[in-house]
């Protein structure tokens, strides 16, 4: 199975400064990398695919990058709505998907 | 746009069978397309876990870690379809979601909360 490590667990910040949050798999997964945003009471939502592609109604601000086991999601200028927890995920063949265990990204 | 809705038990007794329906609106399950219909879930505080997933085919995919316990199903006729999971305990509490794989889990339900206890 392919492990998802994710740093910071907490990320302290003000709106309107950036974020960087990493993920970091246990071995390879080429570009087959997700991030979700889950806010309190809510189902996650699909940010970024395949490393660096945003999801339909995505805002510019949320960019990612990175391949093989070393990927990042920035946020460039925090929102309020943007204070949630993000999780990494991989989508290896033949499946067994995995996620990380979260960045939670709070108000400073 | 497509929606889809969890439905089933809130509370399971310890070794019994945990079944959950997903209903999908919006879209045929059964329409041309590479999407797959799958289950997660999410204990509190932790990522959420990828339980499998279904075509509308029938054919399915398992976690290799639930596999022995997972039955995932589908009914086009009711745009549905299901998981069951057997010999529960404590462990199996979480929110259970169902959710469209488009590559990636484009599209989720809002979630339900199923709780192992006597």
């Known amino acids: 199975e392919i492990v998802l490590t994710q740093f910071p667990a907490t990320l302290s910040l003000s709106p309107g400064e950036s974020a960087t949050l990493s993920c970091r798999a246990s071995?390879?997964?080429?570009?087959?990398l997700a991030w979700y945003q889950q806010r309190p009471g809510q189902a996650p939502r699909l940010l970024i695919s395949?490393?660096?592609t945003r999801a339909t109604g995505i805002p510019a601000r949320f960019s990612g990058s990175g391949s093989g086991t070393d990927f990042t999601l920035t946020i460039s200028s925090l929102e309020p709505e943007d204070f949630a927890v993000y999780y990494c995920?991989?989508?290896?063949?033949?499946?067994?998907?995995?996620f990380g265990q979260g960045t939670k990204v709070e108000i400073k | 746009q497509v929606q889809l809705q969890e439905s089933g038990p809130g509370l399971v007794k310890p070794s019994q069978t945990l079944s959950l329906t997903c209903t999908v609106s919006?879209?045929?399950?059964?329409?041309?397309?590479?999407?797959?219909w799958s289950w997660l879930r999410q204990s509190p505080g932790k990522g959420p876990e990828w339980i499998g997933y279904i075509y509308h085919s029938g054919s399915t995919y398992r976690n290799p870690s639930l596999e022995s316990r997972v039955t995932i199903s589908v009914d086009t006729s009711k745009n549905q379809f299901s998981l069951k999971l057997t010999s529960v305990t404590a462990a199996d509490t979480a929110v259970y979601y169902c959710?469209?794989?488009?590559?990636?889990?484009?599209?989720w339900g809002q979630g339900t909360l199923v709780t192992v206890s006597s």
């Open positions: 919006g879209d045929a399950i059964s329409s041309p397309g590479a999407y797959y």
């Open positions: 071995q390879s997964v080429g570009t087959y």
């Open positions: 959710a469209r794989v488009n590559g990636y889990f484009d599209v």
């Open positions: 395949d490393a660096s």
């Open positions: 995920q991989q989508r290896n063949w033949p499946p067994s998907w995995t």
